[in-house]
């Protein structure tokens, strides 16, 4: 007989993951955005040759056109294969362009940040660090760069300052 020890029961919850028709719709309203003060971020989380297309994974090399490149490894410790302390990951996001919250007041006014990697793998470890931290508007890219990669949306290979 089976022994059942907890009850989990989901909840969809869309507004953590986007697609290839918002990110579309991102870039084509991103002048617009950025002249109306709203700000989104786009993190790649793959490694730093993929994103300068020295290493390519999927029809084409780069980046999406205004991603800012933190690694995944950027965000673990190497010694304790782990995560690094909540400390030391607010640092790397902040270093991209995060911006979090004063306080837990704030958090509508937030900055939008979407994520992205190869498969969703390494795009679900800075999710992990921005909700661990506090920010609660960022959503992963489900298609990811396997997806976008293969569209004819353009593509960029320099590095974006963030």
């Excluded at 660090?129 to 960022?138: M, S, Y």
Aim: charged share 20%; aromatic share 6%; hydrophobic share 40%.
């Amino acid at each position: 007989m089976l022994q059942v020890y907890s009850y989990f029961e989901s909840e969809m919850q869309p507004q953590l993951r986007t697609t290839l028709e918002d990110v579309q719709r991102l870039l084509a309203e991103a002048a617009h955005q950025q002249a109306e003060g709203q700000q989104v971020l786009i993190l790649d989380t793959r490694s730093a040759a993929q994103y300068s297309a020295e290493v390519r994974r999927g029809p084409r090399g780069g980046h999406i056109p205004a991603a800012v490149s933190v690694p995944r490894p950027a965000l673990l410790d190497p010694d304790l294969r782990w995560l690094k302390t909540l400390g030391e990951q607010k640092q790397v996001l902040q270093d991209a362009g995060v911006q979090f919250p004063v306080d837990s007041q704030s958090q509508d006014a937030q900055q939008r940040v979407l994520i992205y990697c190869n498969g969703g793998v390494a795009a679900c470890t800075a999710a992990l660090a921005l909700h661990r931290l506090g920010h609660r508007n960022w959503a992963v890219y489900d298609g990811n760069w396997n997806e976008y990669s293969g569209s004819e949306l353009p593509v960029a290979e320099q590095a974006q300052n963030a």
